[in-house]
């Protein structure tokens, strides 16, 4: 006869296993703090505040960043805003990777890019850091420029000597009424990045 401690034992059950095919890593780019929540530079932030919406998730405050974690489809996705501000991104992005056994090519930035028209959205498997502080730290630390990531275009309608003003600015008022539909239109292209693949979402979201 098994004893209590022996039937506690028994009963326990093993963690779930999950397939590094099936996980991905969303990490979502911006600066922490009520003065930056509704920032262009906050897009990263942005989406992922959309996607955890539409899943019924919250994010908790962990180690290097806020995290939320939902299923679809079959895949697990790790969603992260890191809290060490955009020009320390890769600690968080590198920590996080680490942490969960995220494989190099189910890692998505998602990033504002002051080269792509209001809206544009640009699924890329690598590249330049385009003058990006956030993508300079995460390419510095991984060591390389090829990881995937999402440009979320906020163009460049600024006066010259005005583009930090209008990277840390907040949103114009049409650019506020279009944005919740491309807030929508980038949760579903994250969805399909973890399930369709990177080719067919770059073919069915890029310029959309």
Do not use: C
Not at 84 to 91: A, H, P, R
Not at 99 to 110: F, P, Q, R, S, T
Not at 142 to 167: A, C
């Amino acid at each position: 006869m098994l004893s209590f401690f022996g039937r506690i034992l028994k009963s326990k059950k093993p963690k779930e296993e999950i397939d590094p095919m099936k996980k991905f890593l969303i990490a979502g780019l911006g600066n922490i703090g009520p003065k930056y929540e509704n920032t262009r530079h906050n897009i990263g932030f942005k989406i992922l505040d959309q996607l955890a919406a539409q899943e019924d998730i919250s994010f908790a405050t962990d180690r290097l960043g806020d995290i939320a974690q939902f299923k679809f489809k079959g895949r697990t996705f790790i969603l992260l805003k890191p809290s060490t501000y955009m020009n320390l991104s890769g600690k968080a992005v590198n920590y996080w990777m680490a942490k969960e056994k995220i494989l190099h090519e189910n890692l998505l930035v998602v990033t504002d890019d002051l080269n792509l028209p209001f809206g544009t959205l640009r699924l890329k498997t690598k590249g330049s850091d385009g003058g990006h502080n956030g993508l300079k730290d995460i390419q510095n630390v991984l060591n390389t420029n090829k990881y995937n990531r999402f440009r979320f275009g906020i163009s460049d309608e600024f006066s010259k000597g005005q583009q930090i003003d209008y990277v840390l600015g907040e949103w114009a008022g049409e650019e506020q009424e279009k944005l919740p539909e491309r807030l929508k239109k980038s949760a579903e292209l994250i969805k399909s990045f973890g399930t369709a693949g990177v080719s067919n979402t770059m073919n069915n979201f890029n310029g959309k």
